[in-house]
T-cell receptor
Framework: DSGVTQTPKHLITATGQRVTLRCSPRSGDLSVYWYQQSLDQGLQFLIQYYNGEERAKGNILERFSAQQFPDLHSELNLSSLELGDSALYFC???????????????FGPGTRLTVL | AQKVTQAQTEISVVEKEDVTLDCVYETRDTTYYLFWYKQPPSGELVFLIRRNSFDEQNEISGRYSWNFQKSTSSFNFTITASQVVDSAVYFCALSEAMEYGNKLVFGAGTILRVKS
């Protein structure tokens, strides 16, 4: 158990809908990262927050947004869902942030999103 | 941009065999970090090891060992006396520095099947 929690574990929804994925980092970690794992794209970085501020952005779609709250939990919002958004979404946390990889990222169990 | 190549898509071995998973990376950074993660059938991503670019010493942890060779940009992972519980997808990852944060760049993963 990494200490990172994600809810829900599974989510099934329809095209055009909006969903929110939630992540609680390990105790004491200030950085939260979101990744998407799909069969065609593999594991792709979406976005990073550190202590409430956005720090790095990957190829995150405009329909997707995220935030980190004062209690350090994070939410990833996915809207106008398409079939291609079906994937496993991981949250990871690390103690701090740096321009390199000084801090190890520990991953949560993931949320499996199915868009029908 | 950083790139990680895991050329072996799938490897099958019989229990107790040794197996090596290859990882080749590309980076222009002089300081960087390399990681291995394990994704068992249950789906979570489990951190195995982190290695920085200045430490080329090989590392051993029980049946696991890692060989980092900067000259060939490789960070290979060997499992000695494999067991059925080692069956999983293994990902090699490289840290990529961004202006105010960082992300992990993952390889495509290697599926390891250990048969009894």
């Amino acid at each position: 158990d990494s200490g990172v929690t994600q809810t829900p574990k599974h989510l099934i929804t329809a095209t055009g809908q909006r969903v929110t994925l939630r992540c609680s980092p390990r105790s004491g970690d200030l950085s939260v990262y979101w990744y998407q794992q799909s069969l065609d794209q593999g594991l792709q970085f979406l976005i990073q927050y550190y202590n409430g501020e956005e720090r790095a952005k990957g190829n995150i779609l405009e329909r997707f947004s995220a935030q980190q709250f004062p209690d350090l939990h994070s939410e990833l919002n996915l809207s106008s869902l398409e079939l291609g958004d079906s994937a496993l979404y991981f949250c990871a946390s690390s103690a701090g942030t740096s321009s390199g990889g000084l801090y190890t990222q520990y991953f949560g169990p993931g949320t499996r999103l199915t868009v029908l | 941009a950083q790139k990680v190549t895991q050329a072996q898509t799938e490897i099958s071995v019989v229990e107790k065999e040794d197996v090596t998973l290859d990882c080749v990376y590309e980076t222009r950074d002089t300081t960087y970090y390399l990681f291995w993660y394990k994704q068992p059938p249950s789906g979570e991503l489990v951190f195995l090891i982190r290695r920085n670019s200045f430490d080329e010493q090989n590392e051993i942890s029980g049946r696991y060992s890692w060989n980092f060779q900067k000259s060939t940009s490789s960070f290979n992972f060997t499992i000695t006396a494999s067991q059925v519980v080692d069956s999983a997808v293994y990902f090699c990852a490289l840290s990529e520095a961004m202006e105010y944060g960082n992300k992990l760049v993952f390889g495509a993963g290697t599926i390891l099947r250990v048969k009894s």
